[in-house]
């Protein structure tokens, strides 16, 4: 008995179309988009070092699959094993070096180029369904999602609802079954939350293709299999974390997401807009002639009165943007363009639309652009792989002290290709080395213009461990330490703050006081320092300690202690990242005791004693589930 409602054959009152046997050549694009990405510049940047560390680990990599990504509880809930099992795969396969990983996101755009093309080809034909994969496989945007060995995540997503939506496509047209598409919608899901909009490309993409009395009720019937997928999915992802997960955050202002939205659009259609003076300065205002294939694939569609294709073109487009409303606003920054992995296609397909003429402007546009991020690419993995080695050979001369290095950058100075963002502390553990130093990045956690900065720079090294600075990213200099009288530290129920003693210690009433014996000072200045950068904010003496004594209250301090300028940032929600990410939850603490000086800038801190051997703060990874809502 055939149930019509089920996705077990065509769909109902649509007559199964056999295929029209045409001679296809798109299956170049794979070798032809990896063509293009070669040579693969082989190197490790932030993120990775965080996932390739975990994922070395196969008994790791498999617990994804009952847990959050990387085991990293507190700052976001991400269910993406398949990720995960990639990278342990890669490590497999390539010995734990960045060749293989590279590679591999390499051959998977390629592949997403030609299931791009398959897509468009009942719209565009054989030839613009072609130029569409290729416009797409080679557009400077994708340069984050391919070249970064994490980008992967967009890369892996994007497959599995390529393949969805082909799936459903064919449904529409009477050919195949919804099965396989529900499997590889499945695998979407494992993959990234991106995935979550899948259900509603698929009703966007079988209403366009289906005709006749009854549009809309097959369209549900395309359409519900995968929105019961989705929600069982979401009823087993909230029983896994207690909550939907993804990240946490309020929604940005409308208006900054329509302006972003517009931004991020041009710099996709246009990358002119963005590069392409690093090789040739251009001419004022040619940049707008990037816009020019876009608009004659419109053009060409108005004339033809063909209004459905840009009206569907535009509704793929806003729903796949769903997941990224909240990175909107950021349109300036350019590395992550490659968020817009999936949502760009459909753009791409308005440029096909255009016919050869607007194909081949669009790659000439294109071609300074693309030689401009590969060379930026190159570039920082020159320098990742320098800094990398300088790093593991100060690491020697460091011995068992602590090592601070300043002059780790997030990224380039261009800001289009990230290097030492996270997990810095990553560098000195398996598989990158087996040193086992901590490594501490001496710079502002906070990355907002006005953060709190320590004093030292490259100039001068911490009172406590080794600091050295990475100069011009060629040259490791030990410096020396600042002239700070001793400062002797003592901390009263111990050094241990994990959430259970927290609370222990907090509902017998008592205080978590750090007391400095023989010298007050009216203001102190507290550093937290973690892998990724320092927390520091200036506090006064708490006035309750003995004569002679000072004394801070450190929950006031962890619970009110500003760290950035504005007085927007707590010591306490800070605190989240480093102890989420962090291999090591020990964290070192410098206290400077000194005083305040008005000089033409304002009020200035000056530091007359320090503690010369390191507090070492004892949190764990429960913290930051723990302080939820203490804000």
């Known amino acids: 008995m055939n149930i019509p409602c089920l996705p077990g054959g065509p769909p109902p009152f649509v007559e199964e179309r ?50 959050n990504q990387y085991d990293l509880p507190g700052m976001v809930w991400f269910y993406r094993p398949l990720i995960t099992l990639s990278f342990f795969l890669d490590a497999a396969m390539g010995g734990g070096g960045p060749f293989v990983s590279h590679l591999n996101n390499a051959l998977l755009h390629g592949l997403n180029a030609l299931l791009l093309a398959r897509l468009c080809r009942p ?17 400077p945007a994708n340069f984050g999602a391919v070249s970064w060995a994490v980008g992967r995540v967009d890369v892996i997503s994007s497959l599995f609802i390529l393949g969805t939506c082909l799936f459903a496509q064919r449904w529409s047209r009477g050919l195949g079954s919804l099965w396989p598409g529900l499997i590889t919608f499945a695998l979407a899901l494992m993959s990234k939350e991106s995935a979550l909009v899948t ?133 300036e920054n350019i590395k992550d363009l490659r968020l817009f992995y999936l949502p760009s296609m459909a753009l791409f397909v308005l440029i096909a639309a255009g016919g050869p003429f607007a194909c081949f402007l669009a790659l000439l546009a294109w071609t300074l652009p693309a030689l401009e991020m590969r060379a930026d ?25 602590l090592m601070f290095v300043s002059g780790l950058q ?57 600091t050295f600075s990475i100069v011009n990213d060629s040259i490791l200099a030990a410096l020396p330490t600042v002239a700070l009288r001793d400062l002797p530290l003592q901390m009263d129920s111990g050094v241990d703050l994990s959430t259970e003693n927290l609370r222990r210690v907090l509902s017998a009433g008592g205080k978590l006081m750090l007391r400095m014996p023989g010298h007050r000072s009216p203001f102190y200045r507290v550093s937290v320092f973690t892998a990724g950068g320092y927390l520091t904010c200036l506090v006064p003496d708490s006035g309750q300690g003995a004569a002679g004594e000072g004394s801070i209250d450190l929950f006031a301090l962890l619970r009110e202690g500003r760290v950035d300028s504005d007085g927007e940032q707590r010591l306490w929600m800070a605190l989240r990242q480093p102890l989420t990410l962090d291999l090591d939850r020990r964290l070192p603490v410098l206290v ?8 033409s800038a304002g009020s200035v801190f000056t530091a007359t004693h320090a503690n010369r051997s390191p507090l070492m703060l004892r949190f764990d990874r429960e913290y930051p589930e723990g302080i939820r809502g203490q804000d």
Not at 416 to 432: C, M, N
Not at 592 to 599: K, W, Y
Request: charged share 15%; glycine share 12%; proline share 6%.
């Open 18 to 67: 056999q295929p029209v046997r045409q001679v296809s050549f798109d299956w170049l694009l794979i070798p032809i988009v990896v063509a293009f990405w070669w040579p693969l510049q082989s190197y490790w940047m932030s993120d990775d070092f965080i996932a390739i560390n975990y994922a070395q680990d196969l008994g790791r990599a498999l617990s994804d699959f009952t847990g």
């Open 410 to 466: 997030r990224q380039n100075r261009k800001a289009t290709v990230l290097a030492f963002h996270l997990g810095v502390d990553r560098l000195l553990e398996a598989p990158f080395t087996m040193a086992s130093s901590r490594l501490f990045a001496l710079r502002p956690l906070s990355q907002t213009p006005g953060a709190r900065r320590l004093p030292y720079g490259d100039e001068r090294g911490l009172p406590i461990g080794r």
């Open 199 to 331: 259900p509603g490309l698929v009703a966007i993409i079988a209403f366009g293709n289906l005709r006749g009395e009854g549009r809309v009720k097959k369209t549900i019937q395309a359409t519900w299999p995968f929105a019961l997928l989705l929600a069982i999915y979401l009823c087993a992802r909230t029983m896994l974390f207690g909550r939907l997960g993804g990240y946490e955050g309020a929604w940005p202002d409308p208006l900054q997401v329509l302006v972003g939205l517009g931004e991020s659009s041009g710099h996709l259609l246009n990358p002119l807009g963005y590069a392409g003076r690093e090789f040739h300065e251009l001419v004022e205002q040619f940049w707008l002639l990037g816009f020019l294939p876009a608009l004659i694939g419109l053009g060409i569609l108005l004339m033809r009165r063909n209004f459905g294709l840009p009206t569907g073109l535009l509704a793929l487009y806003l729903c796949a943007l769903v997941p990224i409303v909240q990175f909107l606003p950021g349109s």
């Open 592 to 599: 400077e005791a000194g005083e305040m000086q008005e000089t």
């Open 123 to 139: 719209y565009l034909g054989l030839t613009n369904a072609f130029a569409c994969g290729l416009l797409w496989g080679l557009s």
């Open 377 to 401: 690419y190159a570039e920082q993995a020159e320098r990742n792989q320098t800094v990398h080695k300088l790093i593991i050979d100060g690491e020697k001369e460091a011995g068992d002290e």
